[in-house]
């Protein structure tokens, strides 16, 4: 079993829909990393969370330390928000590395 | 600032030969990281720097992988003798250091061995 479970592995979505991408984790961390990847490669750094909530524009993140969880939320999404999202966490006993999920493929139509 | 830069973007290259992948980090940044990305494997730490100093390079996959990093703005990564199994796309990070620090991503190099 992975340390870091993303769902859905895929999402397709129309244009203007609320989208939800799920991260679980199974040990303690320090952090918790949303990364996207576009279509071109290149990857960028969404939000770093150590506890409750971050917004920035149109996507918001949360992480449920508790229950090992975390959320990454799009409202009003558009088709340029398609990418590959990477959900990643710092262990607690493993400094500033990060491991990784295997991403969620997110597609949206216009 | 440019941003975390590497070079070359894209390499092709034959078996056996040797390549090195080059990176400069965001100024100020005292932590470096090299990933390696393929369909496979997905994304996955090879090595990591702080303050210059390996920290943790328990993802280099064999001895034919090495990296340096002899000051605060340059980092390479060298495969010698490079395989066809090693083509992947190769990230070079930086950050402050810690785990709780955003980590900024450079274009990537997309190495093709032959």
């Known amino acids: 079993k992975n340390e870091v479970e993303q769902s859905p592995q895929n999402l397709t979505a129309q244009e203007g829909e609320f989208i939800t991408i799920n991260c679980s984790y199974s040990v303690g961390i320090s952090a918790l990393h949303w990364l996207q990847q576009h279509p071109g490669g290149g990857i960028v750094s969404l939000f770093m969370l150590s506890s409750g909530k971050k917004k920035h524009g149109r996507l918001i993140a949360t992480i449920n ?3 090992k969880h975390s959320s990454l939320h799009i409202t009003a999404s558009h088709p340029r928000d398609s990418a590959v999202y990477i959900c990643a966490v710092a262990l607690q006993t493993s400094g500033s ?3 990784f999920g295997e991403g969620t493929q997110l597609t949206v139509n216009p | 600032d440019a941003g975390v830069i590497q070079s070359p973007r894209h390499e092709v290259t034959e078996m056996g030969q040797e390549v090195t992948l080059r990176c400069k980090p ?3 940044h ?3 990281f090299w ?3 393929t369909m496979m494997r997905g994304l996955e730490l ?6 210059n100093v390996p920290i943790d390079d328990s993802g280099m996959p064999e001895d034919r992988f090495s990296a340096k990093m002899p000051n605060a703005s340059f980092s390479t990564l060298k495969i010698q003798p490079s395989e ?7 990230f070079c990070a930086s950050s402050l250091v810690g785990g709780s620090y955003e980590q900024y ?3 990537g190099t997309r190495l093709t061995v032959t």
């Open chain 2, 30 to 32: 005292n932590s470096l």
């Open chain 2, 46 to 51: 090879l090595i990591y720097f702080n303050n």
């Open chain 2, 105 to 107: 991503f450079g274009p």
């Open chain 2, 26 to 28: 965001i100024s100020g």
């Open chain 1, 65 to 67: 330390i508790q229950e």
């Open chain 2, 84 to 90: 066809p199994r090693d083509s992947a796309v190769y």
């Open chain 1, 97 to 99: 590395r990060l491991t």
């Open chain 2, 35 to 37: 990933y390696r990305q």
